[in-house]
Structure formats: C-alpha cells, structure tokens
C-alpha cells in the first residue's frame, strides 16, 4: 500500500496568523503612509501577497512593497501568531497511522517555517510560495493523498493533484461555500479531522486487502479463531466467494479445546469449507525445548502441514493472519518462518492494523471483533521450560477453572492468563483487577487444584508477550 502522506495549509488551516499578519501591515502602513483597512486585509487571507499589495500600492510599487513586507513580517507576524483548535492532533493523526507531513502554503517559505518552528508543529515537509494549481504541483511531486485547506485555492490544488480536499471552515469560506466548489470533506476545525482520518485510512486500507486478495484468485486461511485470521477469513469469503477459499484450523495439545470449538462455529456461520488438521509441533525438537525461537518451529509446523492440504484442495495460495503491528513488534520469529514457506499475509500487504481490524469486524458484525488475544496455551510456558503434552493440558484446566470461579463470583476478568514459570504458576488478568484476584483465595485454589503447587498474581497485570520479558537476550530472536 502506498505511503500516507497528508498535505495542509498553514494560514488559517493550521495556525491563526490573523493577529501578526496585521501587525506587520500596520507596521508597513506606517512606513509607506497608505491607507490600508486592515480588518479587511485579514479577513480575506489565502491569495498571494501581491495580490493583496495591489489593493493598496500603485502597480509599479507591488514588488518592492510586498518584499518589504516580507523582510517586515519575522519581527512582528510570529509572535502574534497561535495554533488553530486541532492542528496539534491533526498532525499527530497522520503520524499515528506511520504517514506523513507536510505544508504547502501561498507564505514565503522561510516566514513560514519560522511559524512552524516557533509553535513546533511536527510537519516533516514545507513547501511556500505556492498558490491554488501549483501547490498541486508540489502536492503531487509529494505523493499526497490528502489535502487540507481553509480556501478555494486550496481545493484547487487538492484536486490538481488528485489528491483528498478536505475544506476546514476556519478561514474566509464557509463550510457551505467549501462544500458547493467540490471539497470532498468539510469539517468545522480541526477538531474533527484525526476521527476523519481513521476512518478515511481504514476505508483506504480496506480497499488494498480487497485488491490483494482479488489477486490471489483463491486462497486457504491458516485459522486459528482469532481475530486477525476470522477477519481475513470473512474477508476472502466476501472478496472471492465462499467456493474458493478454505478455512484451515491445526488440531493439536497446543490448541485449547474453545478454540477449536468456536474456529468450527465461526467457519459455519460464512459457510464456508473447514478442515481441522492435525500437527505435531511437539515432534520437533526445537519446540519442545522451548527456546527464545520457539514460534519458528510452530510455525513451520503449520506450514507444513497446511500447504498439501491446500494445494490438494486447489488453492492457489496459503494465507496467515499476520497484521501490520504484529510486523512492527519485532519479537515475532514465527512470521519468519511462514514467509520462508510461501504464505502470503494480505493484512499486512495492506497495512492495516489490530485496532482497525476489531473496528471493521464490528461493522461487519463478526463476533470476534472484541475477542481477547488467543495464543496458543505454549505461549503460557516459559521459555526454557520443556514443552509437554502434560504441561500444556495443566495450563488449559488452571485457566478454565479459573475463569469459572472468576465468573461465579462477579470478577470480570476480559484477559486471563496462567503462566507456567516451572516451579510456579503466575496469574495476569487486566491491571486493573490484579489485586482483587491476588486477594481471592478461590481464585488461587482453582490453579493450584489444576496442579500448581504455588500460585502468584502478576501485579502488572495481562500485556502480550509477558514471557518475552523473561528471556536473558530477546533481541537475539527477533
């Protein structure tokens, strides 16, 4: 998918220059002896500076009059001027989505950073002296895909450079005057514009997973019941149709028998073909030792046993659930390895992202739009510990009975965890009910019933990847 790169104006958009842009024409009426209105002059802000120099100084006199203002503003403009309500958050939206920023404005551009720099709004690119179609120019040499503007001029260049026109009604133009010369979005301030964003990007992204999975033609999702690989999974089916794609779940000591369960309901309700498949992850040697690389003979495993399956089935591709922030987490050997086996992983082709994920299987009404993060119950061991079939079956009884004890008596837990530290059990749940549970003595009982001698509660509380933290050099897995 292609970078997200959002483009604004600054006068009037970003900044309310208002106040020092008068300043400095007050100071250059003094100088030259005109008459200027200068409500007037800041009230119509946008159009070059010679264009408004000419409402006030003979034609000959607009250049060296509109040079001296300029040499005039730096003492007197910046000072006076302040951010406009949003413009903060505007910027951090865009960079929240891992895009960029930029400035392309009608100001001097030296002026214009000097603004920037005093009020330190993080634009990564400024571009001045630009107005209406040659800002599209510097807009479309950017690569931007939205711009944001107070002005006509600022539609303008929105759209010569094809680019979103999202008209803000902070400046000279009304939001029904903005909306009648073709913005494609109007909001009242910035305020409003880091919730367009969201949905304007996942719109965006959403249509990149649709493309890429077009071009898979048909395709065999590694289900796990999870979020992530449910999504993708109702994706396909409603991208390429339920006849070419199928739903592939391993079966094995490693999958918790909900998991199973809730995979072949879920699989139902798209009606769309569902083989469990059984693997022997423990079979390798490197996932019963139960190193830092664990997840890479899991993986491997999976992709293993997974691929005949959906070759023999006809699929032309074998897909995982990988999302863009499991990409950028670092600590992930396992998607390593299913790449070195083939899989194909359209979520992070089209950038999106857990949270975007969860919002859009709401919309969808997909049931596990809010389903707390699943890991297999190897993930509860710590690393070092060896992995067996007995050990994994104590994690799954502690855990169920746990929750069942929780839920009786009115502790509503939304993550749980038993984490098996070898000689001990460690307990996380949501920070917030860490001590409740730490002080519940039937919560405790429930796991050490389940076969833990000693039991503790984690006072951090549930976070992914909690066993990484134990690990004497993570980085070397990454």
């Known amino acids: 998918m292609n970078a997200l790169i959002v483009g604004f104006d600054l006068d009037m958009t970003l900044v309310d220059s208002r106040p020092g842009i008068g300043a400095a024409w007050a100071v250059l009426a003094a100088e030259t002896g005109a008459a200027i209105d200068i409500p007037a002059v800041v009230s119509r802000l946008g159009p070059p500076l010679e264009v408004e120099v000419a409402n006030w100084f003979p034609a000959a006199e607009v250049t060296?009059?509109?040079?001296?203002?300029?040499?005039?503003?730096?003492?007197?403009?910046?000072l006076g001027t302040d951010v406009l309500p949003g413009a903060r958050e505007a910027l951090a939206a865009v960079h929240r989505h891992g895009g960029r920023t930029m400035v392309v404005t009608g100001k001097h551009e030296p002026n214009a950073r000097l603004h920037l720099d005093h009020l330190g709004l993080a634009v990564d690119h400024l571009v001045g002296d630009l107005w209406a179609e040659q800002k599209g120019v510097a807009l479309r040499a950017s690569g931007a895909g939205v711009y944001v503007g107070d002005h006509l001029g600022d539609l303008i260049g929105a759209r010569a450079a094809g680019a979103v026109a999202v008209g803000v009604a902070t400046g000279p133009i009304s939001a029904e005057d903005l909306r009648a010369a073709g913005a494609d979005v109007v909001l009242p301030d910035l305020t409003g514009f880091p919730a367009w964003l969201d949905a304007h990007v996942a719109d965006l992204r959403l249509g990149a997973l649709r493309e890429r999975l077009a071009s898979l033609g048909s395709v065999a999702v590694a289900f796990s019941g999870g979020a992530d690989s449910a999504f993708l999974l109702a994706a396909a089916v409603r991208t390429l149709g339920a006849a070419d794609v199928l739903a592939l779940t391993t079966d094995s000591a490693s999958l918790p028998a909900a998991e199973r369960d809730a995979a072949r309901a879920f699989a139902a309700e798209l009606r769309v073909r569902h083989e469990l498949v059984p693997s022997d992850e423990m079979a390798r040697a490197g996932y019963r030792d139960n190193n830092g690389d664990r997840c890479r003979f899991c993986k491997t495993e999976l992709m293993a046993v997974l691929a005949p399956v959906a070759r023999a089935a006809g699929m032309a591709h074998l897909a995982t659930g990988t999302n863009a922030d499991d990409a950028r987490a670092g600590f992930r050997p396992g998607i390593a390895?299913?790449?070195?086996?083939?899989?194909?992983?359209?979520?992070?082709?089209?950038?999106?992202?857990?949270?975007?994920?969860?919002?859009?299987s709401r919309t969808w009404g997909l049931p596990t739009w809010n389903k707390p993060a699943a890991a297999c119950l190897s993930s509860r061991v710590a690393y070092g510990v060896a992995i067996t079939p007995a050990r994994l079956a104590r994690v799954e009884r502690a855990e169920t009975a746990l929750r069942v004890v929780l839920a009786r008596d009115g502790i509503a837990v939304r993550n749980l965890r038993v984490r098996d530290l070898g000689r001990f059990a460690r307990i996380e749940v949501d920070a917030a009910l860490s001590t409740a549970v730490a002080g519940h003595e039937p919560a405790l009982a429930a796991v050490r019933d389940a076969g833990f001698a000693r039991v503790e509660v984690d006072p951090l509380g549930y976070r992914e990847g909690a066993m990484n933290e134990l690990l004497p050099d993570p980085e070397a897995y990454r």
């Open 337 to 360: 390895a299913a790449a070195e086996a083939g899989a194909v992983t359209p979520l992070l082709d089209a950038g999106l992202t857990k949270a975007q994920i969860r919002a859009i």
């Open 64 to 78: 060296a009059v509109a040079a001296r203002y300029r040499e005039i503003y730096p003492h007197h403009a910046v």
